[in-house]
């Protein structure tokens, strides 16, 4: 086991340097932070000079080694917009993006797991048809579509609910600005996180019905049939739990697609969290921010990766064996 | 000898195509919907492209049925006065073209990996890891990051004029990976069969073997992921198109029509986004269903529910 676990760490810092190489070099390649800091108006001379103390004439890879250093200590280098540190503005906008998915994740572990239960135990009722139904409209259904029908139901018809941005936030812990505690920041809450959890619904309740389907067929839950125990039992204590080990691991990696479409969703929304904000940086071609999100985003998913990977190797011993060759 | 027509007309596929409602109804419902969209010049009532047949004051006409609505318009007309009807079919052979183009390059590379993986025993672990750390970060974001690392290379003007093969080069090079898994996977089934032992008995080269004899035998599972990458592809390209990092309105394809009628939605506008946006869900809808059939059909047991 620990074998493993330092074989995956090590991978997961390879994955990162290239990361951040990839990172480095769009930075290098294109924009220029002499003219974003001090703008057009500098003769050419003392351009020069700052860019020698920038250190911007050293080689490519003392300049890496550089970035490298600094992103180790949390600097991720200026944001050309905002005129402060890169890192800030990401640490300012991802409460947003963080209580967003978190709320997505919990309407689809709250609806997923019934419905997907529930079409796996009695496959023939009408409502599971309608779900399983709906479930490929829904796969197919674009999450910045269903945004907008939703905005054009609820905010333009019928004046439910509020269309962008978060409304009132509380402030928590000094930096984090939470818009659960208050009845505004939650009436925003509800479209977006509907929005985002529309893409990842239908996915978590086919594999949770066919996981499920699966494990019924099998030999020992015949067996707990034979031994006359109850369906209840049987479906949530005997096959329930054993559908649940695939369905963590999908979830891990469903993790990334998630923070993919919460880009689409803030944009439509015009939440202000992460996504909208590296949005926003392609478009003002601030690439400095632009590089920081990236390595942000990777170093996340790296980090989740790994841990759900280290994780499914402590309960399923056999992926360990398979791995190590 | 029977012709391959009478062979077909024969056999089991067609048979159990035609007894299946919903492949069938799919079927034809992506069929008109792909003949319209590569006959829009002849089937569209306007031409979008056409700047001296769109008049500012058609602007924002309602569908015909509705108040304020012009028979000009059937489906009525957006913020630029052009034909929504006609621009969603021009759009949406635009979206087909980049989704099928998109998912060409795919296969191509993804089968180019992995043959290369499942047969060169050296080459695997590298090029499957490759694949592995890349679907870890879901094809949309890379599409996304590739998207704007491009857009922020050439600039928003430079970008235009090549947005069509820069999108599928986009979408090619974030999808690639289920290709290479999905072969790479039929690669390892079959080179332990027979014929292969026997091929590699005759003598012939391994490259020979490679392309002539196992190759040809992976093409089903390629086959069944194409029809559902193909509604993958047209969806990242909307939701790019929907980002700015994709079409431009002036070319527009449905994502972008999308993106360029949701600013009306709060003036009542519904018609701009929502007719696009039906069009889009109906054409991923049955290459979806149609997929499905095709799993089921070629393969039972490669995908589970």
Known sequence: ?325 | MRTKWQRFKESYMLYSFLRDPVALGSFIILAVLVISAFGAPIVAPHNPYDSTTIDIMDAQIAPAWSDGGSSKFLLGTDAQGRDILSTMLYGMRVSLIIGIGAVCLQAFIGIIVGLLSGYVRRLDNILMRVADVQLSFSTYMVAIFIGAIIQTAFGVAGYDRVAVPLLIVVIGLAEWPQYARTVRASVLAERRKEYVEAARVIGLSRTRIMWRHILPNTLSPVLVISTVQVANAIMSEAALSFLGLGMPVNKPSLGSLITAGFEYIFSGSWWITIFPGILLVSLILVINLLGDWVRDFLNPKLYKG
């Open chain 1, 1 to 325: 086991m620990f074998a493993f676990a330092v074989k995956r760490i090590l991978q997961a810092v390879v994955v990162m340097l290239i990361i951040s190489f990839i990172g480095f070099a769009i930075k290098h390649n294109f924009g220029d932070p002499v003219r974003e800091l001090v703008g057009e108006r500098v003769t050419p001379a003392e351009r020069a000079e700052i860019r020698e103390k920038l250190g911007l004439n050293d080689p490519f890879m003392t300049q890496y080694v550089r970035f490298l250093g600094n992103a180790l200590h949390g600097d991720l280098g200026q944001s050309y917009f905002y005129k402060k540190s890169a890192t800030d503005v990401i640490i300012k906008k991802a409460p947003a993006t963080l209580e967003l998915v978190f709320c997505s994740a919990l309407i689809i572990i709250l609806l997923s797991v019934p419905l997907g239960i529930y079409a796996a135990i009695k496959p023939k009722k009408w409502f599971s048809r309608f779900v399983m139904g709906s479930s490929i409209v829904g796969v197919s259904m674009p999450v910045f579509l269903t945004a907008i029908l939703l905005i054009y139901i609820f905010s333009v018809e019928l004046h439910w609910l509020p269309s962008f941005g978060r409304g009132d936030t509380v402030q928590l812990f000094g930096f984090w600005d939470s818009g659960l505690l208050t009845i505004d920041g939650l009436r925003h809450l509800i479209m977006p996180s509907i929005a985002l959890s529309s893409i990842m619904l239908p996915l978590f309740i086919r594999l949770i019905r066919s996981e499920m389907m699966e494990v019924l067929e099998s030999e020992y839950v015949k067996y707990a049939w034979a031994k006359g125990i109850k369906p209840r039992r049987v479906w949530w204590v005997h096959a329930f739990k054993n559908t649940l080990l695939p369905v963590i691991t999908v979830g891990g990696v469903q993790l990334g697609i998630m923070v993919a479409f919460t880009i689409l969703t803030e944009t439509v929304f015009q939440w202000q969290g992460m996504g909208s904000m590296f949005i926003e940086s392609v478009e003002r071609s601030d690439t400095s921010l632009m590089v920081a999100y990236l390595v942000f985003v990777g170093m996340v998913f790296v980090l989740v990766n790994t841990a759900v990977d280290i994780i499914y190797g402590l309960v399923n011993p056999t992926v360990r064996v398979a791995g190590r060759k």
